[in-house]
């Protein structure tokens, strides 16, 4: 069979974008050909600026070189203008008269940049900044000429005004608003910006309208005039006021255009199905967008229906700004006004405003009804992707607005997310601990690789792949190293490369469809590959039979090797094993077994741990079933994400301090609680006075006995980040202990992302829900404790009960090589 | 001509599963079974730091490494981009529902690759 083909016009960064996506998905699914007016493989337009900066130069940022287009078997047309689409033939035409059949077009044509109506806005020496061209126009007459004037205070003119500037030039910057970057902040940090840049050397006539640009003696641009008379000399002049859509290729085409080629979700045109467009010729819902992070969402969703997967859909996209202007930090994003704006929707928001002017820092939090709905930041931007996780999250901010301000690091106490600015780290300084990855490294991979989303970064450089805790300062790197419109997660994240759905998407299916197997979820929810992969298998596993106990069916191949082998796996593949002590209590008898299985199986290492147990390390693999049954005691679950340890201190019973049997509550609490597997592992705590020896407040739950009760505190966390635990309510007996403890992790359990702690869970729904829920509703709570109880009820102890837990006995013994048939 | 060794029955080996081969000397072989009966033998040892691979989760015609989530290639035994490194692969034949390897592979292939360690380091006493 003869295969489709597909011609793309325009040979940009959305365009090739979208055929990289389908080349991922559906590889040699099309005949490919794609025409570019400008003759040049696909470069990142948003380094032009450090290019004009003299920071990087032309092949550095290169994105697709000649030869990626060669080895795709696509049929690059550069530099030939496509002036005419045949859409009843289905023929593309170049000037030159190349033709181009097709069965899908995608359309990619970018924008203009809009030139002033004004008289001599044609004469030589007056430029847009758009392209290559343009670029090299201005590094040409950078060497020749003195002065230079930008029209146009925006994110473009400044950057243009500032690479002039650093190379030699005499740089007036002429904006007719009452303050720079008027879209993207607001007339503080504008004028901060506008003060700072002059330190530099720039100046700027603010409010003033251009009238016309008169020529010189020689031809060339001499003078810019303005309306009140007034006039500065110009020997280049740059025009940055802003870009087009570029549609008159669309328009001949009779496709509709309104602001842009109107698409639907799935970016096909609304006129002709067989076209698709992205990219900032296409309007989608009315927008037209300009940064590069929406058009990769395009691209992604154009090039899941190129490849007849036909599920993805683009439903618009949240954008952030930054200036790349070295030396200079500003962030902006969404509604970053507030009721500053004056318009009616922004009535109602509310300001929290820092500034510093003499430091050069002003920050300003815009909140609405609990939520951070914009952000304006001038002098320290280490936060703004923090705030624009926040803003396109939407998580209500009530329970953190007094930290907001200061930042993620403010949250925590430890760890090392917000320990420096990402920009002014040495290019040898460490961010990944777990891998060992340096800034250098990560910020030469953005760059040669041409990375924009923390996904390749990872992928590449596998800096913030393990632990994730420096997750925030990659992200700050790309911010800074990739531009201001680097490619944000997006709002909802995947679960992995096998779905487009998120981890909430299929709770919700599971639960609302009943879905109680694998295979029918995948199916009901059209999983890419058939069994999934090693991401989404054990959390869709999870996530069945913590929604339907005693009806769904664990599937233990689904299982990372430890919940199937019920040990914990060692880097040289032996096992270690650790048995329950209920409340860290043991016993002459246990201690005697432990030694007796440590001399009988030549355990080489006898461990005690941080959860008040022993550790037998480096157990065979053929010799578990026998470790446990010599052992004689229960699971510690120590490899699962399941109820760990509770930690207990001494308390009443031999403490001279305890005010409460901190031992006893411990046991209870491990006792009702064990066997239960959970989003992530779980750890208790409990003690017996405020001197808190069990450490309570770093634990999932950690209980502290006072004089009067027991005070419950949940989503503490001793691991990568130290968080300390949040309080959640006092109370007196220890069975309401017992009812609080189980309702918050049967919620937990129920609402829980798979691998996400209960503390960045509770951070994610806020710590109002979870009151809301175990605090406020006494059914509710007594029904979340319920549910608990009865998904525990009869669940075996796999060391014990093997068939029960539906543990595969192969897996122990090895298959012995016989005799050649 | 090769010479097949009879391993097991394909019903022996997990599906989306595998098996572990001793063999007299070398390390372990992993056999892996698919969710479609297809069969496929790598040396139990991840390229990256020599995780026994027979312990990874399988899908696909892939199986993730138990230790640092490489992706390997039950095919060809090799890395998933951008991760760089290749498991040994051995020949496999299913017929009848009997899995067998090549007899000359399983005694020759990879005889000297070790497995990693772990531990206390205990030569270190000895020395009198």
């Known amino acids: 069979m003869k295969?489709?083909?597909?011609?793309?016009?325009?040979?940009?960064?959305?365009?090739?974008?979208?055929?990289?996506?389908?080349?991922?998905?559906?590889?040699?699914?099309?005949?490919?050909?794609?025409?570019?007016?400008?003759?040049?493989?696909?470069?990142?337009?948003?380094?032009?600026?450090?290019?004009?900066?003299?920071?990087q130069t032309l092949d550095d940022i290169v994105l697709n070189a000649w030869q990626w287009y060669e080895q795709n078997n696509i049929r690059l047309h550069a530099g030939k203008k496509v002036v005419e689409v045949d859409r009843v033939r289905r023929v593309v035409r170049a000037e030159d008269g190349t033709e181009e059949e097709y069965d899908r077009l995608l359309l990619c044509t970018g924008s203009n940049p809009f030139i002033l109506p004004v008289p001599g806005n044609n004469l030589p020496g007056v430029i847009a900044y758009r392209d290559i061209a343009d670029t090299n126009a201005m590094i040409e007459a950078a060497q020749k000429y003195k002065n230079a004037v930008v029209i146009g205070g925006g994110l473009l003119g400044l950057e243009a005004a500032n690479g002039l500037m650093r190379r030699g030039m005499d740089v007036t910057v002429v904006h007719v608003m009452p303050w720079l970057m008027e879209r993207q902040l607001d007339d503080v940090a504008g004028k901060l910006l506008q003060k700072s840049l002059e330190e530099r050397g720039l100046k700027f006539m603010i409010g003033a309208?251009?009238?016309?640009?008169?020529?010189?003696?020689?031809?060339?641009?001499?003078?810019?005039?303005?309306?009140?008379?007034?006039?500065v000399d110009a020997d280049l002049v740059v025009m940055a006021v802003g870009i087009r859509p570029s549609t008159q290729l669309a328009e001949t085409m009779k496709l509709h255009v309104n602001r842009?080629?109107?698409?639907?979700?799935?970016?096909?045109?609304?006129t002709d199905a067989r076209i698709y467009s992205v990219g900032e010729c296409a309007a989608h819902r009315g927008i037209a967008y300009g940064l590069v992070a929406p058009l990769f969402e395009q691209a992604k969703v154009a090039a899941n229906h190129l490849a007849q997967f036909g599920i993805g859909r683009y439903t618009g996209s949240l954008t952030s700004t930054k200036l790349k202007v070295t030396g200079i930090d500003l962030f902006s994003c969404g509604d970053f006004m507030g009721s500053a704006s004056g318009k009616p929707e922004d009535e109602g928001t509310e300001a929290i405003v820092m500034s510093d002017p003499f430091g050069g820092v002003y920050k300003k939090l815009v909140i609405k009804d609990d939520k951070l709905v914009g952000a304006c930041l001038y002098g320290d931007t280490v936060d703004g992707s923090w705030y624009f996780k926040l803003l396109r999250e939407g998580r209500n901010v009530n329970d953190i607005r007094d930290k907001l301000m200061f930042g993620e690091s403010s949250l925590g106490d430890a760890g090392h997310a917000g320990h420096t600015k990402a920009a002014s780290m040495a290019d040898d300084a460490e961010v990944c601990g777990?891998?060992?990855?340096?800034?250098?490294?990560?910020?030469?991979?953005?760059?040669?690789?041409?990375?924009?989303?923390?996904?390749?970064?990872?992928?590449?450089?596998?800096?913030?792949?393990?632990?994730?805790?420096?997750?925030?300062?990659?992200?700050?790197?790309?911010m800074f190293t990739a531009g201001?419109?680097?490619?944000?997660?997006?709002?909802?994240?995947?679960?992995?490369?096998?779905?487009?759905?998120?981890?909430?998407?299929?709770?919700?299916?599971?639960?609302?469809?009943?879905?109680?197997?694998?295979?029918?979820?995948?199916?009901?929810?059209?999983?890419?590959?058939?069994?999934?992969?090693?991401?989404?298998?054990?959390?869709?596993?999870?996530?069945?039979?913590s929604t339907w106990p005693k009806l769904a069916k664990d599937d233990p191949q689904s299982r990372y090797i430890n919940e199937r082998s019920h040990a914990n796996i060692q880097k040289d593949g032996t096992y270690s094993v650790i048995p329950r002590m209920w409340g860290g209590e043991t016993t002459a008898d246990e201690l005697r077994r432990i030694a007796n299985v440590v001399d009988k199986y030549k355990i080489p290492t006898v461990k005690v741990t941080g959860g008040?147990?022993?550790?037998?390390?480096?157990?065979?693999?053929?010799?578990?079933?026998?470790?446990?049954?010599?052992?004689?005691?229960?699971?510690?679950?120590?490899?699962?994400?399941?109820?760990?340890?509770?930690?207990?201190?001494?308390?009443?019973?031999?403490?001279?301090?305890?005010?409460?049997?901190?031992?006893?509550?411990?046991?209870?609490?491990?006792?009702?609680?064990?066997?239960m597997y959970a989003p992530h592992k779980v750890k208790l705590a409990v003690s017996g006075c405020p001197r808190n020896c069990a450490e309570s407040g770093i634990k999932d739950v950690g209980v502290i006995g006072v004089d009067s009760g027991w005070e419950i505190h949940i989503a503490g966390n001793g691991g990568i980040k130290t968080e300390a635990a949040q309080f959640l309510c006092k109370v007196k007996t220890a069975a309401e202990v017992l009812e609080y403890s189980g309702a918050f992790l049967q919620l937990y359990r129920e609402e829980g992302w798979y691998l996400e702690r209960t503390v960045h869970y509770v951070n994610r729904v806020g710590l109002d829900h979870v009151k809301k829920k175990i605090l406020e509703d006494d059914a509710g709570r007594k029904a979340l404790w319920e549910r608990l109880q009865f998904s525990l009820e009869g669940e075996p102890d796999p060391w014990f009960e093997l068939d029960k837990a539906a543990v595969d006995m192969r897996q122990f013994t090895r298959l012995p090589v016989e005799q050649p048939a | 001509m090769n010479q097949w060794t009879v391993i097991c029955r394909i019903a022996d080996i997990p599906v989306l599963g595998s098996r572990r081969v001793g063999r007299p000397r070398g390390m372990d072989i992993a056999v892996f079974r698919n969710d479609r009966d297809q069969v496929f033998a790598l040396l139990d040892r991840c390229p990256h730091k020599g995780g026994p691979l027979s312990q990874g989760i399988v899908f696909g015609t892939s199986v993730a490494c138990p230790l640092h989530n490489w992706t390997i290639g039950l095919q060809d035994g090799c890395a998933k981009a951008p991760d760089v490194g290749c498991a040994t692969k051995f020949t496999v034949k299913v017929q009848d529902g009997v899995v067998c390897l090549d007899a000359l592979e399983l005694a020759t292939l990879a005889i000297d690759l070790q497995p990693p360690r772990a531990g206390p380091k205990r030569e270190i006493h000895q020395i009198a």
């Open chain 1, 209 to 231: 309208q251009t009238g016309e640009l008169l020529a010189g003696a020689d031809g060339r641009v001499k003078t810019v005039k303005f309306k009140d008379g007034s006039a």
């Open chain 1, 484 to 545: 201001g419109d680097y490619s944000a997660a997006p709002k909802k994240k995947a679960m992995c490369a096998c779905t487009d759905h998120s981890h909430q998407d299929v709770r919700d299916a599971i639960r609302k469809h009943k879905l109680l197997t694998i295979a029918e979820t995948f199916s009901f929810m059209e999983w890419r590959a058939p069994n999934g992969c090693a991401t989404c298998r054990p959390a869709v596993n999870y996530y069945l039979i």
């Open chain 1, 260 to 270: 842009g080629i109107v698409v639907h979700d799935t970016m096909q045109t609304v």
């Open chain 1, 434 to 478: 777990c891998n060992g990855i340096n800034k250098g490294a990560i910020c030469k991979a953005i760059k040669e690789k041409g990375l924009f989303t923390l996904d390749e970064v990872r992928k590449h450089t596998k800096a913030s792949g393990s632990c994730g805790s420096c997750t925030g300062l990659v992200e700050q790197i790309l």
């Open chain 1, 612 to 675: 008040q147990r022993i550790d037998l390390l480096g157990v065979k693999k053929e010799d578990l079933k026998s470790v446990w049954q010599d052992l004689g005691m229960p699971s510690g679950h120590a490899y699962a994400k399941a109820l760990r340890t509770v930690k207990t201190c001494v308390g009443s019973e031999w403490c001279r301090f305890g005010t409460q049997d901190s031992t006893q509550m411990g046991k209870d609490l491990e006792r009702a609680l064990w066997r």
């Open chain 1, 3 to 55: 295969k489709s083909r597909l011609v793309m016009i325009g040979n940009g960064m959305a365009g090739v974008r979208t055929l990289e996506e389908l080349l991922k998905i559906a590889p040699g699914l099309y005949d490919i050909a794609v025409f570019g007016a400008e003759p040049h493989p696909n470069y990142n337009r948003i380094l032009l600026s450090p290019v004009l900066a003299g920071e």
